[in-house]
Every structure is written in C-alpha cells, then in structure tokens.
C-alpha cells in the first residue's frame, strides 16, 4: 500500500516541476509584435523578404 502512495507522490511531483518549467519558458519568450505600424499582419524585419507582410488579417463585410 505504501509504494502505491509513493508511486502517486513522485508523479505529482515530477508533473508540478514539469508544469512550472513550461511556464517559466514561455514568460521569457518573446512575442511577435502583429498590427504594429498599422499593418494586419507580422511585418519581416530581416532577409531577403524585410518589408513582407505576412498573414494579413482581412474580414469580409459581408459575414460583419
């Protein structure tokens, strides 16, 4: 019965430092800056595409 306890204890352990590694990794991750200067999209900023758009966000006025 104890190993059963102990078994239970190690993964909830092991799934709470999993959990709180996954969550300090994406606080330090930084974000794509989208509708920056007024675009609808994720401007390139370097290579051979700098100045591309991509993904731009456009709805249609009919489905409004």
Same mark, same amino acid.
């Given at each position: 019965?104890?190993? $059963?306890? @102990?078994?239970?204890? *190690?993964?909830?352990?092991r799934?709470?430092?999993?959990? &709180?590694l996954?969550?300090?990794?994406? #606080?330090? $991750?930084? @974000?794509?800056?989208? *509708? ?6 994720y401007?390139? &900023? ?5 100045? #591309? ?12």
């Amino acid at each position: 019965m104890i190993k $059963r306890h @102990t078994h239970l204890l *190690n993964e909830f352990s092991r799934k709470q430092t999993e959990a &709180k590694l996954v969550q300090q990794l994406q #606080k330090f $991750r930084k @974000t794509v800056a989208v *509708n920056a200067n007024g675009t609808s999209g994720y401007t390139i &900023k370097k290579g051979k595409n700098a100045g #591309k758009v991509l993904k731009h966000l456009k709805l249609d006025s009919k489905k409004i």
